[in-house]
Antibody, heavy 116, light 110 residues
Framework: QIQLVQSGAEVRNPGASLKVSCEASGYTFTSYRIHWVRQAPGQRLEWMGWINTGNGDTIYSQTFQGRISITRDTSASTVYMELSSLRSEDTAVYYCARWGPYFDYWGQGTLVTVSS | QSALTQPASVSGSPGQSITISCTGT?????????VSWYQQHPGKAPKLMIYEVSDRPSGVSNRFSGSKSGNTASLTISGLQAEDEADYYCSSYTISNTLVFGGGTKLTVL
């Protein structure tokens, strides 16, 4: 069955960086884009960016430009999202989701806490 | 890209119908049929309920339907049930090759 399995919860200090992984299984990895979406506590879903898993092309939300990098390892069917210069407002659950062209499968979410 | 506009909350009694609106612009909803709706229960990942404006994934009840007119998309839930109580989000593809979500609507089943 199709699954997206994300890495576990993280705690970071302000100013640090973060890298969350999303391992896909059950389908041809390079046939679907993977997006990242986050949700701060009690807040709305916020789109962050996507990667074309076939050729590695990326597009990012202007909100995160300069701080975000999405990469993939096709041999491991895994997508990575790296966010730098973390601040307290980045505390959120981060989701990866498969784009088909709609979000048909989601990861379980990774809770990231930014606190000193 | 500003968030799509949704009502913060809607409510209805069991068996009734409700509609949630999602308003965007000519750069997103009006220009594309890639409008989808997601249901999210507390502490859970979102679940796809409607895609491409009005299509339903297999396994989703036919009580859920979607439509679009101009800059506004709508989700209608008929025959409300207690299990429908959740947050609902719309999303749309945009002219910038990005995605945008709505602010979310909390549905309360009275």
């Amino acid at each position: 069955q199709i699954q997206l399995v994300q890495s576990g919860a993280e705690v970071r200090n302000p100013g640090a960086s973060l890298k969350v992984s999303c391992e896909a299984s059950g389908y041809t990895f390079t046939s679907y884009r993977i997006h990242w979406v986050r949700q701060a506590p009690g807040q709305r879903l916020e789109w962050m960016g996507w990667i074309n898993t076939g050729n590695g092309d990326t597009i990012y939300s202007q909100t995160f430009q300069g701080r975000i990098s999405i990469t993939r390892d096709t041999s491991a069917s895994t997508v990575y999202m790296e966010l730098s210069s973390l601040r307290s407002e980045d505390t959120a659950v981060y989701y990866c989701a498969r784009w088909g062209p709609y979000f048909d499968y989601w990861g379980q979410g990774t809770l990231v806490t930014v606190s000193s | 890209q500003s968030a799509l506009t949704q009502p913060a909350s809607v409510s209805g009694s069991p068996g009734q119908s409700i509609t949630i609106s999602c308003t965007g612009t000519s750069s997103d909803i009006r220009g594309y049929n890639s409008v989808s709706w997601y249901q999210q229960h507390p502490g859970k990942a979102p679940k796809l309920m409607i895609y491409e404006v009005s299509d339903r994934p297999s396994g989703v009840s036919n009580r859920f339907s979607g439509s679009k007119s101009g800059n506004t998309a709508s989700l209608t839930i008929s025959g409300l049930q207690a299990e429908d109580e959740a947050d609902y989000y719309c999303s749309s593809y945009t002219i910038s090759n990005t995605l945008v979500f709505g602010g979310g609507t909390k549905l309360t089943v009275l």
